[in-house]
């Protein structure tokens, strides 16, 4: 699974984003989706999943009520809709794949990295005050 992030950009708070990640492959409606972001000098956090068939979400605290995660299986898509958004929420934003655990565990959305197989390059956000 190749993943291609884009939809990045500058922002002013309280503005909205809608970022999407765009795969290859025929195992792309078999995966567990996810968002991730990383903050300079921070770890990468998890923002957001979904289940391969869109029926399970899960997002971080961070981002409840602002943030939207869904996905089209027919264009092999993934999004993240993000509103209301403030300058913490800077950061590259990367999404990811979780094929393997999917197979075992199907239909959930996982928030751990370690069971991300695939990732995309990332797409950077950028909120000003």
């Known amino acids: 699974v190749q993943l291609q992030a884009s939809g990045g950009g500058l922002v002013q708070a309280g503005g909205s984003l809608r970022l999407s990640c765009a795969a290859s492959?025929?195992?792309?409606?078999?995966?567990?989706m996810g968002w991730f972001r990383q903050a300079p000098g921070k770890e990468r956090e998890f923002v957001a999943a979904i289940s391969w068939s869109g029926g399970s979400t899960y997002y971080a605290d961070s981002g409840k009520g602002r943030f939207t995660i869904s996905r089209d299986n027919a264009k092999n898509t993934v999004y993240l809709q993000m509103n209301s958004l403030k300058p913490e929420d800077t950061a590259v934003y990367y999404c990811a794949a979780a094929l393997a655990y999917s197979r075992n565990y199907p239909n959930t959305a996982p928030r751990s990295r370690i069971v991300y197989d695939y990732w995309g390059q990332g797409t950077l956000v950028t909120v000003s005050s």
């Open positions: 492959g025929r195992t792309f409606s078999s995966c567990a």
